[in-house]
């Protein structure tokens, strides 16, 4: 790992080894080099990590190819907890078409919503498959997956915690009892479109919503870019064997803005074949308020932060009600708001609040 660059602002991303943070010797200059990510990035590389993606990685294409009706039959309308396929061109974010197909999952999880209980219960539920006839194997291997980095997530948060001051334990009270959590994932592909379309979005710019993503550029095409402290753009290149890993915004919120969160986006694949991703969102607990869990920072970290001084305006602006709402509801607004065709099915009121004239043509994700 190469010294932390001493001027807060950036135009490459750091890259940790993992294997670092469990050898004693090396562990303090792992946190190091971790707290200059979490403050001054909001994004890195993170190498040898204790995930096998390569199960994962064989099917992702398979399910992609499938017949448009097997798709269909595990569209995302189906489900109340936002959870299944999305066709090209479903969604917009900032007024452009997001040029992706996807297929949302999530760790196994039984809804507990029942009546009279607050609607975001409801957000979390068991996922969608594809029949094992026409995709053999793929849930067994997703869900396996989703294990490991749920594990990974969990070991890596802890890291954060201690990085920044708070002690190996300082961000679990976020969490609920694991029978109570469920963490999303996506496999997402960005197909090759025409060299003279008239903008490059493959998904615009945004912040994510929970603590940490945990991402798997799962082909060699660049296309993820963050934006910096002063707002230029930086392309976050595959790196084999790395996941990238960022800040979502319910941490940023609950350190105040020490750890930050970081706007980031999308361009097309360019040349002849697809590009493949795989976010993993680790969420919080649904009950969670969180103007009223907020953290108490050693003077050296926030000192840190102050040297790093204030975001410029980025082109991000989602999930912005942490201040006022519990973590299910942000959590809730934000995916209405992306797939309104699916709040209108499942969640009317909330639905008619924020389309007051009816589904719009497109979605439109902020």
């Not at 996922?127 to 291997?141: C, D, I, K, N, T």
């Not at 509801?329 to 009816?358: E, M, T």
């Amino acid at each position: 790992m190469a010294a932390p660059n001493p001027n807060p602002n950036f135009s490459t991303i750091p890259l940790l080894d993992y294997a670092l943070a469990t050898d004693p010797a090396h562990r303090p200059a792992f946190l190091h080099h971790l707290r200059h990510a979490l403050i001054n990035v909001g994004f890195l590389y993170l190498a040898h990590a204790p995930v096998d993606p390569a199960p994962l990685l064989a099917h992702i294409p398979r399910f992609f190819a499938l017949p448009p009706e097997e798709k269909a039959r595990i569209a995302m309308r189906r489900s109340p907890h936002f959870l299944g396929y999305t066709a090209f061109g479903a969604e917009r974010t900032r007024g452009a078409v997001d040029r992706r197909e996807q297929l949302d999952f999530a760790t196994p999880h039984a809804s507990r919503w029942r009546a009279g209980d607050p609607e975001y219960y409801n957000l979390w539920g068991p996922s969608q498959w594809p029949g094992e006839g026409a995709l053999p194997g793929f849930r067994e291997v997703a869900e396996r997956y989703l294990a490991e980095v749920q594990a990974l997530g969990y070991a890596f948060a802890r890291l954060v915690s201690e990085a920044l001051g708070l002690g190996p334990e300082g961000l679990d009270k976020f969490y609920d009892e694991p029978e109570l959590m469920q963490h999303r994932a996506k496999i997402v592909k960005y197909p090759v479109v025409e060299e003279n379309a008239s903008d490059d979005q493959g998904v615009g710019a945004h912040y994510d919503a929970g603590f940490l993503t945990f991402l798997l550029q799962a082909s060699e095409h660049q296309g993820l870019q963050v934006q910096n402290l002063t707002g230029d753009w930086i392309d976050v290149p595959p790196i084999p064997d790395t996941f990238v890993i960022n800040i979502g915004k319910a941490l940023e919120f609950v350190t105040q803005g020490v750890a930050r969160a970081t706007s980031h986006r999308v361009k097309y694949p360019r040349g002849t074949t697809p590009r493949y991703s795989v976010p993993f969102f680790q969420n919080i607990g649904l009950h969670s308020v969180l103007p009223d869990m907020q953290l108490q920072f050693p003077e050296e970290i926030l000192e840190l932060a102050e040297v790093r001084g204030q975001v410029s305006k980025t082109d991000s602006v989602n999930f912005t009600e942490f201040d006022r709402e519990p973590s299910g509801q942000v959590n809730l607004i934000g995916r209405v708001k992306s797939h309104p065709d699916v709040g209108q099915i499942h969640y009317p009121a909330l639905f008619a609040k924020y389309f007051p004239d009816g589904l719009p043509a497109e979605a439109e994700a902020y």
